[in-house]
């Protein structure tokens, strides 16, 4: 598990390929690796991944063909910048919200503009994740947790301040990057937890629907 609060950036140092998967080498910057041994979880731009060797200045991990096809990972390149959290601990501030680094769509910029000193950022996320993104509800991109401002379908807006485009890769950023999203544990779960019995049939998986509430007594005519 994650908070979303970005620890350090680093860098893509190489990237091997082994088949149809990847071996990342990243170099950790100024990421303390002190308390990290092999096995432990880094989350690199949001994704979850398991510590495979220790060389020095960084860390190796392996991703997969699924978690290049299914995350903006594919498209790194040697000296890309990607965001770092090392797994938390029972002693950890919780200073974002509960992540698990398990990257649940792409999401695309659509528009950056200047407000004051803080930077408008609109991203629009799959249509089959827009449900779960609620107007000041918790959001990860890119491993960073942020506030959700305002939800018109399924574009959303963040409102970033100096502090956080600087430590982060979202200085980075521009209209048309791809970014990695995950929603709010809470949302999945309650979706989940509304379904009931129906949870355990295979046409579950399809999710809440308007008419699934109506049936079931939450919504009123």
């Not at 990847?22 to 731009?45: F, M, P, W, Y």
């Not at 501030?93 to 649940?104: S, T």
């Not at 989940?192 to 008419?211: F, M, N, Q, V, W």
Request: overall charge negative.
């Amino acid at each position: 598990m994650f908070t979303g609060i970005v620890e350090a950036m680093g860098k893509v140092q190489n990237l091997t390929p082994k088949g149809e998967d990847i071996i990342l080498d990243i170099h950790t910057g100024d990421l303390d690796l002190g308390d990290v041994k092999l096995g432990d979880s880094i989350a690199v731009n949001g994704v979850c991944l398991t510590v495979t060797s220790l060389p020095g200045q960084g860390f190796t991990a392996d991703a997969s063909a699924e978690t290049l096809r299914k995350t903006s990972l594919g498209s790194l390149s040697q000296g890309s910048p990607v965001n770092l959290e090392k797994a938390l601990t029972p002693t950890t501030r919780l200073g974002g919200h509960l992540v698990a680094g398990h990257v649940d769509g792409l999401g695309e910029v659509v528009a950056m503009y200047d407000e004051a000193r803080a930077t408008v950022i609109d991203i629009k996320a799959p249509d089959n994740l827009a449900k779960y993104i609620a107007k000041k509800g918790s959001i990860t991109v890119d491993g960073i947790s942020l506030t959700t401002n305002e939800v018109k379908g399924a574009v959303f807006s963040l409102t970033i301040i100096p502090h956080t485009k600087e430590v982060t890769t979202i200085g980075t950023w521009r209209v048309g990057s791809k970014v990695n999203l995950e929603v709010d544990l809470i949302a999945r779960y309650l979706e989940r937890l509304l379904l009931g019995d129906k949870a355990a049939e295979p046409e579950a998986e399809t999710g809440i629907t308007l008419s699934f509430l109506a049936e079931n007594g939450f919504l009123k005519g």
